[in-house]
């Protein structure tokens, strides 16, 4: 038995401690929301957050997480997360998504950038290129990259 903090609750798993988060996530807990996209962190489908840092869960193995608090996407749009409401809502007014399959990792990741930026750079907004920088590991196949920037910066400025 693994026991992960899953979205503030303990949750204990009847895995191999080396199955991805992904998976634990997804087939042990129902939490579908992180998507499966390469399998090898390049396309950032299955951003989580660890200790509110985005990771990508298809190559973090469980063991990796014993002790640490991981959040899903489920928890972020939930209603109960400032930074994930400012984003969700930014989302829907630049109607950011297509075919929607990658949003729940750019969500998170997005979500990540704000949060630390609050952190490290209270009141400053990010520019387009820092808000580049901090996507970049979040592919899109239809290609929403200036709708993710604008929604991106407008959440900012929604937080600020």
Known sequence: ???LNVNGRAQALDADPATPILWALRDNLGLTGTKFGCGVAQCGACTVHMNGQAIRSC?????AAV????TTIEAVTAGQDRVGNAVRDAWVKHDVAQCGYCQSGQIMSATAFLKGRQKSQPGKLPTAAEIDAAMA???CRCGTYARIRAAVADAARALA
């Open 67 to 70: 002790g640490q608090k991981i």
């Open 137 to 139: 590991g979040n592919l």
């Open 1 to 3: 038995m693994t026991t």
């Open 59 to 63: 190559v973090t193995p469980m063991s």
